[in-house]
């Protein structure tokens, strides 16, 4: 049966609401098996059913701080994404990027 959109506009909150729920739970037990069954007929044409596995994200490595809080030494930025507060508090009273810099040969 399928509601016609006259229909669903003339439900009130509540009956569009409980419609939602009982969609919500009986769609996946309707998609599980008509994935089961396309698997099964995948499988009796000969072709191979992957395992649904959730992909491992990328490691990326550790990215040294390039930037150090000069007020604050244990607050770094490594220059990626967005600017911290202190970065940008210190660029607007006029200070450069350059003065903010770790300077790895003193290390």
């Known amino acids: 049966m399928k509601p016609s959109s006259d229909t669903l506009a003339q439900m009130s909150i509540e009956e569009l609401w409980d419609l939602y729920r009982q969609t919500e739970a009986i769609l996946p037990a309707k998609l599980a ?10 499988a009796k ?11 491992a994200r990328r490691r990326y490595p550790k990215v040294l701080p390039k930037y150090r809080n000069p007020s ?3 607050e770094t930025w490594a220059g990626r994404g967005k600017q911290p507060r202190w970065v940008t508090n ?3 009273s006029g200070k450069r990027i350059d003065d903010l810099r770790i300077d790895r040969a003193a290390m």
């Open 90 to 92: 210190r660029l607007k």
């Open 33 to 42: 098996a008509k994935q089961k069954t396309l698997e099964e007929r995948l």
């Open 72 to 74: 604050n030494r244990s």
């Open 45 to 55: 044409l000969g072709g191979a059913v992957a395992p649904h596995t959730v992909r």
